[in-house]
């Protein structure tokens, strides 16, 4: 920690931010004085926000006499002031609760991680997930239907399921699909959808023997990439920017309204974060200038080792980071678990 921040000043920040996250008002040294013990008088909490503000730390608005924490004040609170706040064994229940009974398909894990990350912090939440062609092949298997019709099922390591019905062409049975299946699998399986895509599919066709039984297999796997060309990126709580002091001028809210509609530049701003851990980006620190004002939390989820995507909570610099971060945290381990739940 940098050497001009004795231990005083550090309780006096603390007791500070502490006190403008819980009630969005300035902090003045009286309330200070009162509210927390701190061993001091008033006046010495007065020379130390000031000293505080000069070191930039503390910045002082004209319309009160009080100070707010500067991007500068609040990560020195991230970096090594707020205490450890676990997400506690109701809260864990709770979540697991939620996703049992909302989560029947791989597409819902990650509508509902947002909504619960949205919900518990009360600020705008982002999933983005997997791309699926960066997902590896797991297996295709086909489901009987009818005399004439299969269900094809296609399943990446990711978990991602994509699935059309076919019609079994003249002359060929439910057991010709069967030995196709296993002759995919046993080609296919480990190699991205990327890859498969320019992967010599020539030993397969030479196994198969059949053309149209061979262009059938290659029907869902074309879909699967076609429909995985882009990361799909979830959003929640939008409209808990309304509830935020900060957010209560409305031209503000409509900006920033208009940059979460911009999914490409929100997409860049989580793969600008995407890495090991959870990171913490605060107000001046934002590149976006429309960010400027805005703090984001982003953690990085995988599975066996792999990449996925990245969960994140976008909120005003005056956030709970405590209660955000462990939540990213506990939610970046559990997603992990629950995407487990649909492989075979």
């Not at 309780?11 to 309330?31: F, M, N, W």
């Not at 100070?67 to 991230?78: A, E, L």
Request: proline share 3%; net charge negative.
């Amino acid at each position: 920690m940098p050497e001009q921040i004795d231990e005083r000043k550090q309780r006096v920040l603390k007791a500070i931010i502490d006190d403008y996250i819980e009630t969005a008002e300035p902090v003045g040294s009286r309330t200070l004085a009162r509210k927390h013990d701190l061993g001091v008088s008033p006046a010495t909490i007065r020379n130390e926000m000031a000293d505080l503000e000069m070191l930039g730390y503390l910045e002082h608005l004209h319309t009160s006499s009080g100070r707010v924490p500067s991007s500068k004040g609040y990560r020195f609170y991230v970096d090594g002031l707020i205490p450890p706040q676990p997400v506690s064994a109701e809260e864990k229940a709770r979540i697991d609760r939620w996703y049992q009974s909302r989560v029947k398909r791989i597409e819902e894990v990650f509508q509902e991680t947002a909504h619960i990350i949205s919900q518990v912090t009360k600020n705008v939440s982002l999933v983005l997930a997997p791309q699926v062609t960066q997902a590896k092949f797991r297996c295709l298997q086909f489901l009987p239907l009818d005399d004439r019709r299969v269900i094809t099922v296609l399943m990446t390591d990711a978990g991602f399921i994509e699935n059309k019905i076919l019609e079994m062409p003249d002359g060929s049975v439910f057991e010709d699909f069967q030995r196709m299946a296993k002759v995919i699998n046993a080609n296919l399986a480990g190699h991205s959808l990327q890859t498969i895509e320019h992967h010599s599919l020539a030993q397969i066709q030479d196994e198969i023997q059949d053309q149209l039984l061979y262009e059938s297999a290659l029907e869902i796997i074309q879909r699967a990439l076609d429909s995985g060309k882009h990361e799909r990126l979830y959003l929640g709580g939008t409209t808990q920017l309304l509830s935020q002091p900060e957010f209560h001028d409305v031209e503000k809210v409509k900006e920033m309204l208009l940059m979460l509609e911009e999914e490409e530049l929100m997409k860049d701003i989580l793969h600008a974060h995407m890495g090991d851990g959870l990171e913490v980006t605060i107000g001046q620190e934002n590149e976006n200038q429309h960010f400027k004002d805005s703090s984001i939390i982003t953690a990085t989820y995988h599975l066996d080792g792999e990449l996925l995507g990245t969960i994140a909570v976008l909120g005003p610099t005056r956030m709970e980071y405590a209660k955000a971060m462990s939540l990213l945290e506990y939610m970046n381990t559990n997603l992990t678990d629950v995407i487990k739940r649909f492989h075979w």
